[in-house]
Each structure stands twice: as structure tokens, then as C-alpha cells.
T-cell receptor
Framework: GAVVSQHPSRVICKSGTSVKIECRSLDFQATTMFWYRQFPKQSLMLMATSNEGSKATYEQGVEKDKFLINHASLTLSTLTVTSAHPEDSSFYIC??????????????FGSGTRLTVV | AQSVAQPEDQVNVAEGNPLTVKCTYSVSGNPYLFWYVQYPNRGLQFLLKYITGDNLVKGSYGFEAEFNKSQTSFHLKKPSALVSDSALYFCAVRPTGGFQKLVFGTGTRLLVSP
């Protein structure tokens, strides 16, 4: 089945530094990828939708200059948290929409990244 | 705008008993409905989806869900719960057409006691 590999699974960084999270589709082409943020004991909040080769579409209230998303190929999307602060500490999850006709309605999720900013 | 409601924050059930996790939705047009499960510090695992066809959908790990259009519900069920089913369950909906985003419910924590 379709697999999305997300790295790193955990990262601790100092306040003010930047952190990059990668999301790779391993055996399929991901035309569209979604980035979510999940706070403790809460649901997933969609941050942005990225389409290969174009700019990401950010949800209302999400700072595009702080959360940089790049989807340069059909198999890789990255989320960079710039100038991280403790309030950015969260669980970030990527999801890929599967491009083939057979799996048109499918979404596959990465295993998540626990970001802690100290 | 589409939305999903999971009215129960937590569901407790004894091992071997049937379980139900409730989900109702609101969406324009025909919905695509999904159930996902999340274990601690992990991403979401797909359980099942309803796109069209038979209202009873069977998914992974013995779970099933019934699409009820008149009640706009898509409750998740399992005939006999296992302790290992204890996790966080999310219902999600998306409208038809294109690569559109999923809208998630708030999640229901399922606790299965031995």
C-alpha cells in the first residue's frame, strides 16, 4: 500500500532556530500533500495544502512566513518551522493525497513529528 | 462548510463487548467519509472509508461503519472489542470533487478494559 515516510519522528531545538520536517511518499506520486498540527488531546488542525510545483495554500491564521512549505517533487514535501519558539512545540503530521485514479480518494498519513522547542 | 461531530470524548467498553464510536457529519453534496485510528505519538492509520455503494463498510482490524444518509451519521462499530483497540479514533469528511482537504472530528478516545 501507499506509504508516507516522515522524518524526524522527534526533534528538540533551541528557541530561535529553524527545523525542517520531511515527508516522502515511498511508492506513489503525491500530487497534493497536507500538513497538520495536533495539540495534546485535540484534533488535527490543517495548516496548509501543498501542490507539487506551486505555492502552498495556507489556512486562515497560519503564518506562511513562519511555516514554510516546499513541495518540489511528487515524492517530497517539507515543512520548515522558522525561528521556532516554545509555543510552536506540537505534533506535526503530513498527509499525502494519492494521485492514481484507483486511489483517487485515498489519504495516507506520515507517522508524525514531535517538535519540542526549548 | 463541511463539519464533523464526534459527540463522545471517550468511550469505555469491556473486552469482548461490542463497541460503537459515533460520528455525524454535515457536508454539501455527497460525502466521502473516513475513519482513522491514532496510537500515542503516531500518525493516523486508515481504518475504512465510504465513497459510494453499500452503506455498510468493512475495514481493517474487524471494524465496520454504517453510512446513514437520513441521519447524516457514520458510526464506527466492532462486534467484539480488544484491549489493543484502545486508541484515539477520528472521523473525517470531505466533499466530492478534486483533491480536497479532510475535515476531522475532535476525536474519541476508546478505552477497552480487560
Amino acid at each position: 500500500g501507499a506509504v508516507v515516510s516522515q522524518h524526524p519522528s522527534r526533534v528538540i531545538c533551541k528557541s530561535g532556530t529553524s527545523v525542517k520536517i520531511e515527508c516522502r511518499s515511498l511508492d506513489f506520486q503525491a500530487t497534493t500533500m497536507f500538513w497538520y498540527r495536533q495539540f495534546p488531546k485535540q484534533s488535527l488542525m490543517l495548516m496548509a495544502t501543498s501542490n507539487e510545483g506551486s505555492k502552498a495554500t495556507y489556512e486562515q491564521g497560519v503564518e506562511k512566513d513562519k511555516f514554510l512549505i516546499n513541495h518540489a517533487s511528487l515524492t517530497l514535501s517539507t515543512l520548515t518551522v522558522t525561528s521556532a519558539h516554545p509555543e510552536d512545540s506540537s505534533f506535526y503530521i503530513c498527509s499525502a493525497s494519492i494521485a492514481s485514479d484507483r486511489e483517487y480518494y485515498g489519504y495516507t498519513f506520515g507517522s508524525g513529528t514531535r517538535l519540542t522547542v526549548v | 462548510a463541511q463539519s464533523v461531530a464526534q459527540p463522545e470524548d471517550q468511550v469505555n467498553v469491556a473486552e469482548g463487548n461490542p463497541l460503537t464510536v459515533k460520528c455525524t457529519y454535515s457536508v454539501s453534496g455527497n460525502p466521502y467519509l473516513f475513519w482513522y485510528v491514532q496510537y500515542p505519538n503516531r500518525g493516523l492509520q486508515f481504518l475504512l472509508k465510504y465513497i459510494t455503494g453499500d452503506n455498510l463498510v468493512k475495514g481493517s482490524y474487524g471494524f465496520e461503519a454504517e453510512f446513514n444518509k437520513s441521519q447524516t451519521s457514520f458510526h464506527l462499530k466492532k462486534p467484539s472489542a480488544l484491549v489493543s483497540d484502545s486508541a484515539l479514533y477520528f472521523c473525517a469528511v470531505r466533499p466530492t470533487g478534486g483533491f480536497q482537504k479532510l475535515v476531522f472530528g475532535t476525536g474519541t478516545r476508546l478505552l477497552v478494559s480487560p
